[in-house]
């Protein structure tokens, strides 16, 4: 049994001087590269799964949902007062801009007419009409 003594006693004495050298090596180089392969392969598709389910899915329900449902409901809200009151701004003022020498309403301005067609001007109000030059109060 010399022989199997001698094997294990060279074995042993080998072991004992590689694996405490060449052990934490080897660990120390492949164990990160080894989890950082596995580790960014498992979030990659983690990743990928989710958004490409989000966008698939998530992201044409919201924007169905906020096309059909939120923007008619805004537009039908905002139309009835925001549109009247721009037309009624935009046309006074083009009016007062194209005839300048036609005054219109003396004292009704610009300002009054955003408040809203609620506020315009009456023939009540000190309302004047300027006709060939000549100053009428309306409510004469």
Known sequence: ???F??????LYTALSTALPTALPTALYTALPTALSTALSTALYTALSTALSTALST????????????ALPTALSTALPTALPTALYTALSTALYTALPGEEIFRTASIAKAANGAANAPTIGDDTRITVFGHGIPANS
């Open 1 to 3: 049994m010399p022989f």
């Open 5 to 10: 003594t001698a094997l294990s006693t060279a």
């Open 58 to 69: 998530a992201l044409p329900t919201a924007l169905s949902t906020a096309l059909y449902t």
